[in-house]
């Protein structure tokens, strides 16, 4: 015995069931010595004063980027939980202790504060997450189990904090709503320096706006005077395309695209001297809607999208399916009609 006994992680005495008990090489300790099936081993492991252990690990990080679904998010304490994939074929060749994924039930621990940008600090966004937010993150794990840091929305790739504040803006949103078109974007430009607005359009219409090294989609973002034209490039059927800038200008944006679409030599209507032109295609435009405020955009029985389709006589917004774009599955919705609806 005095050349030392075994010890089980389970033998270890810790302050609760959701803290993973350890021991560190030279830490004092006292327990009991008992006969087990491979020899002398320690049992009722605990501190020299007798009381239980207080493990403190190192954060151990896991290479790669993983990808999960929101569970849980405590609104009041800014806290929240992340169900991901924790199979081998996840993990690789990384090894996480099987006592630290028993740990809370595999679920991935995560703070507001690790939502990246101003998350946390005074005079920061609210914390708030949306349950079923699909979410990218770092994964680490320590005595208390595994935790995510730098959490970002797996669409947009975005720390989760730029999104927050959503239920603000709708406030406002809904102030200015009896206004005109234009006086609306007026109103919240006084409000709103910046904000983006991202469409959902297929491989092809993305490749047309992006155009011929570039060209086409540099020279919408100088006739906008747009701050950014981001569009995707994946492997996906769907790829979104941001818009980034002023209210007004990102409107523009919008319907210089939609516009540009339209025009495309598919859609294109008959040139003059050819047969009589038919009337104007409609337009079909998909606006990305994240998942915290599709709700309230839709309404109780789709009474948000019916009040504006009558204030927009001649247009017609209608749920789309959610598709496969970006990092993730989007919802979006569909406004069809006449360019000027």
């Not at 993990?91 to 028993?102: A, C, T």
């Not at 730029?162 to 009896?178: M, S, T």
Request: aromatic letters at 6%.
């Amino acid at each position: 015995v005095a050349s030392g006994v075994f010890v089980h992680y389970k033998d270890i005495e810790s302050v609760d069931d959701k803290t993973l008990a350890s021991l560190e090489e030279g830490q004092e300790v006292v327990f009991d010595v008992v006969r087990g099936e491979k020899g002398w081993q320690a049992s009722g492991v605990k501190g020299p004063d007798g009381n239980p252990i207080r493990t403190r690990l190192h954060r151990n990080m896991l290479a790669g980027i993983f990808r999960g679904v929101v569970t849980q998010w405590n609104t009041e304490k800014a806290y929240g939980w992340i169900s991901t994939d924790l199979s081998p074929q996840a993990l690789g060749m990384q090894r996480v202790p099987k006592s630290v994924l028993g740990l809370n039930d595999g679920r991935v621990y995560f703070r507001w504060r690790d939502c990246g940008g101003q998350a946390g600090r005074e005079g920061g966004p609210e914390p708030f997450v949306q349950r079923g937010k699909h979410v990218l993150f770092q994964l680490y794990w320590d005595e208390k189990g595994l935790g995510a840091l730098q959490v970002c929305d797996a669409v947009t790739c975005r720390p989760l904090s730029y999104g927050a504040g959503g239920a603000d803006l709708y406030k406002r949103l809904q102030a200015v709503q009896e206004l005109s078109g234009g006086e609306q974007l007026a109103e919240l430009a006084s409000d709103l320096e910046k904000c983006s607005v991202c469409m959902c359009v297929v491989r092809a219409q993305a490749g047309s706006i992006i155009g011929q090294k570039g060209d086409t989609v540099k020279a919408l973002k100088t006739e906008t005077g747009l701050d950014r034209i981001f569009v995707e490039n994946s492997m996906s059927d769907y790829r979104l395309v941001e818009l980034k800038g002023t209210p007004v200008n990102v409107a523009a944006g919008v319907l210089r695209i939609v516009d540009h679409l339209a025009n495309e030599p598919g859609n294109a209507q008959a040139s003059e001297g050819s047969v009589p032109p038919s009337p104007p295609l409609p337009v079909e435009l998909r606006l990305v809607v994240p998942d915290d405020g599709f709700g309230r955009v839709v309404g109780k029985g789709k009474a948000q999208l019916s009040t504006i389709e009558e204030k927009c006589a001649g247009s017609t917004l209608t749920i789309a399916p959610k598709v496969s774009a970006g990092c993730g599955v989007v919802q979006a919705i569909t406004i069809t009609g006449e360019g000027e609806a």
